[in-house]
């Protein structure tokens, strides 16, 4: 599975990176730090998932997230998308569920969980969200915990 990687902080980013790699069959082929460079990224590259930061260097997360779902005759418009949280992960988690995102994580506290059901999703390709199933990453911490 090819990960596109857009997070403006190089530690976070770097830590990503390093953890995706240990999955198997997990390849991050690309990232950016930025709106413009994001999109670019992600239309050059056509990767199987989206990892999304909402803060980015320049511009957002959420408007690249608005972009990529409003090219209806794309292929981005159906790309399986996981917007990263860590401010203010209430209003975030509706607005980016909203705008079309496949499910979303807390960056610092639901990382393990995020990289569980990555690597699920990269064993069985079929199982990766699409537009209109909206994955939440609390609901998967919970079946993991009953």
């Not at 596109?4 to 730090?33: M, N, P, Q, T, W």
Request: hydrophobic fraction near 45%; charge should be negative.
């Amino acid at each position: 599975m090819n990960v596109v990687l857009i997070e403006d902080s190089v530690l976070i980013r770097e830590h990503l990176c390093e953890v995706l790699l240990k999955l198997s069959d997990v390849f991050v082929v690309g990232y950016a730090d930025n709106e413009e460079s994001a999109l670019k990224l992600i239309y050059d590259l056509a990767p199987d998932l989206v990892l999304l930061d909402i803060s980015l260097r320049t511009g957002n997360g959420i408007n690249v997230l608005r972009r990529l779902r409003n090219e209806v005759s794309t292929p981005p418009s159906h790309l399986p998308l996981i917007a990263m949280l860590s401010n203010k992960p209430d209003h975030y988690r509706q607005v980016t569920a909203a705008l079309g995102a496949d499910a979303y994580f807390d960056k610092f506290f639901q990382i393990d969980q995020a990289l569980h059901q990555i690597q699920c999703w990269a064993d069985d390709p079929s199982h990766l969200p699409f537009i209109g199933r909206h994955w939440s990453f609390d609901a998967f911490t919970d079946q993991i915990a009953a």
